[in-house]
């Protein structure tokens, strides 16, 4: 009896050593799971984990500007698709699991021939989701304040200067396509 006693005396008054190492261990845990949390949320935003379900538009993004130009800036995948605010991240990253169900389950685009008929659906889908956040993952790239119009053709110029400076459009409004092949575009609106 004597001896539970001075379990639960001890216990409800701790040394200040044994409060310190449990606090510790807590941290330490807390850095671990940290640790494999965000190295999973940066393993799911690489070009290869992307690839190994997108593997006909990784081959079309070779031959765009984003993947080589003369200043060697390359943007990947989740560049542009993926945000870098930590909660909209998280946001994002829940959706893409429906992505998994997609793959292994209703395989919506395991061939070429479904992935050309639903690529205008999922296209609308990107441009849908650009339009809300007003392209913010073209901006963490491509400032508005730094454009230098002197140093862009008349026709950006005439644009930039007017549609996009006043709010009334966004980059994926006049910039569809920049990345990948469009989709069929019959049918869909203000095209
Ligand atoms: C396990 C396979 C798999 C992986 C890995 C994967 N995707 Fe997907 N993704 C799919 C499938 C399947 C669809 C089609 C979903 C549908 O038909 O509704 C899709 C759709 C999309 C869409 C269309 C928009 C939308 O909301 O459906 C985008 C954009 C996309 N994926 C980007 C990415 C990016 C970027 C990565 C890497 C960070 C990635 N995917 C990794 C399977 C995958
Ligand atoms: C990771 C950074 C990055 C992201 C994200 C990014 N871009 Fe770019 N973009 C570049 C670079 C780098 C170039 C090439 C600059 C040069 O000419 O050297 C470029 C070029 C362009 C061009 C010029 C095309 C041409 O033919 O000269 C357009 C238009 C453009 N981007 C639009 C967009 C849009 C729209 C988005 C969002 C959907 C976007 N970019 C996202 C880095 C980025
Ligand atoms: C109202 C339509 C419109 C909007 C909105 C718009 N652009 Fe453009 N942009 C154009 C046009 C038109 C061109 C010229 C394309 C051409 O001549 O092939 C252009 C050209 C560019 C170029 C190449 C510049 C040059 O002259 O070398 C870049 C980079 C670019 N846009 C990025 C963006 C980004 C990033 C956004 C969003 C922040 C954006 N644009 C929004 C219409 C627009
Ligand atoms: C420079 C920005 C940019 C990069 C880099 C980029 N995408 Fe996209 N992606 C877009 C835009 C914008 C759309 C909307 C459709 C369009 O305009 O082509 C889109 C659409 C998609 C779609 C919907 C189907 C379609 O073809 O429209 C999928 C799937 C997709 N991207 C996957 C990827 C994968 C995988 C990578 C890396 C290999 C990638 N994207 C790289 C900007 C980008």
Redesign the pocket.
């Known amino acids: 009896m004597n001896i539970i006693k001075a379990f639960w005396r001890r216990l409800r008054s701790p040394s200040k050593v044994a409060v310190g190492v449990v606090l510790l261990m807590g941290f330490m845990g807390g850095l671990l799971f940290w640790g494999a949390f965000n190295t999973g949320m940066e393993a799911?935003?690489?070009?290869e984990?992307?690839?190994?379900?997108?593997a006909p538009?990784v081959k079309e993004i070779r031959e765009t500007v984003h993947f080589s130009n003369r200043s060697g800036v390359r943007a990947i995948?989740?560049d542009?698709?993926?945000p870098h605010n930590w909660t909209d991240k998280i946001v994002r990253k829940v959706?893409?699991s429906?992505?998994?169900?997609?793959?292994?389950v209703?395989?919506?685009?395991?061939t070429e021939e479904k992935f050309k008929e639903?690529r205008s659906?999922?296209?609308e889908?990107?441009w849908h989701?650009m339009k809300e956040n007003n392209s913010q993952e073209c901006r963490n790239c491509h400032n508005f304040d730094y454009m230098d119009f002197s140093e862009q053709g008349p026709r950006s110029v005439k644009q930039h200067s007017t549609a996009l400076a006043s709010g009334e459009k966004t980059c994926v409004d006049c910039h569809k396509g920049i990345a990948h092949k469009l989709p069929d575009m019959q049918g869909i609106e203000g095209w």
Do not use: M, P, W
């Not at 799911?44 to 070009?47: A, K, M």
């Not at 984990?49 to 997108?54: A, D, I, P, R």
């Not at 429906?98 to 292994?104: C, D, G, P, S």
């Open positions: 799911t935003n690489t070009e984990f992307c690839s190994g379900c997108h538009i995948c989740s542009c698709h993926v959706q893409a429906k992505e998994l169900f997609a793959h292994y209703t395989k919506t685009i395991d639903r659906h999922l296209a889908r990107e989701r």
